[in-house]
């Protein structure tokens, strides 16, 4: 379950009658577009259905039987989301967005590239500073995923930014190969692998281009710096980093 602070009311008048149910904003909207593949009990607040959830009131069970036909509140929940209005309040709103448009940079920044820079990642502070000076605004009851593209519409008139995947090959010396590829071949979509005579190990990887430093970074932390890395234009197109 979450905490009170995190959830947000869900409300269903129906014949004369009010439910609410405290649940996740987010899952909240993923349960009302039928996206919602999880564990209810972990998205909400109270296993319980209301007539008002700022009291603790509670409906007669047979109002509950009368537009539900059932007691269960597992599965009333659904149903006051589904057919309700989710409630929020000005302060969860104003939250709500913050943390979406954090999400919204750090989506941007993992997966954009500036292409007059040779396609070298944007760090976030330039995409946050990119941002204000659009008229885009995060809107807090939409999934980040859906508001990307427009994100993205309104960022191209104010930097050069594009995404983009690249494509890395990487040799671990035969010191490091043992423990290093395990980590490094789970940062990104491994194409091919290759042990070498020498003990070494050479893998190619796919990754939000975006990411490119911190895959550096995680190299280079597990190698001591003595790995190889070269983007992969094409086959016959290498150039060392």
């Known amino acids: 379950m979450i905490s009170l602070d995190e959830a947000v009311a869900a409300r269903l008048e129906?014949?004369?009658?009010?439910?609410e149910v405290l649940v996740d904003p987010d899952a909240a909207l993923a349960i009302k577009r039928d996206e919602f593949d999880g564990d209810l009990e972990d998205?909400?607040?109270?296993?319980?259905?209301?007539?008002?959830?700022?009291?603790?009131?509670?409906?007669?069970?047979?109002?509950?039987e009368e537009v539900f036909e059932t007691t269960d509140p597992l599965e009333i929940i659904p149903e006051v989301i589904k057919q309700g209005e989710i409630q929020i309040t000005?302060?969860?709103?104003?939250?709500?967005?913050?943390?979406?448009?954090?999400?919204?940079?750090?989506?941007?920044?993992?997966?954009?590239v500036n292409p007059q820079m040779d396609?070298?990642?944007?760090?976030?502070?330039?995409?946050?500073?990119?941002?204000?000076?659009?008229?885009?605004?995060?809107?807090p009851m939409e999934p980040v995923e859906n508001q990307v593209d427009d994100a993205l519409e309104a960022l191209r008139p104010v930097i050069p930014i594009r995404f983009d995947e690249v494509t890395v090959a990487v040799q671990v010396p035969a010191d490091y190969a043992g423990s290093a590829q395990s980590r490094i071949r789970q940062f990104g979509d491994l194409d091919r692998e290759e042990w070498q005579n020498d003990g070494s190990w050479v893998g190619v990887l796919t990754f939000p281009a975006g990411m490119q430093n911190e895959?550096?970074?995680?190299?280079?932390?597990?190698t001591s710096g003595e790995a190889e890395t070269q983007i992969v234009k094409d086959e016959d197109d290498l150039r060392t980093r």
Request: aromatic share 6%.
């Open 14 to 19: 129906s014949h004369g009658q009010r439910f």
């Open 43 to 64: 998205v909400i607040a109270a296993e319980d259905v209301f007539e008002d959830a700022s009291s603790g009131d509670r409906p007669p069970e047979s109002s509950l």
């Open 90 to 112: 000005a302060e969860q709103r104003r939250e709500m967005q913050e943390q979406k448009h954090k999400q919204l940079v750090q989506t941007i920044t993992r997966n954009a």
């Open 119 to 139: 396609d070298a990642p944007h760090p976030p502070e330039r995409i946050e500073s990119a941002l204000e000076e659009t008229d885009f605004r995060i809107d």
């Open 215 to 222: 895959f550096y970074d995680l190299v280079n932390e597990h």
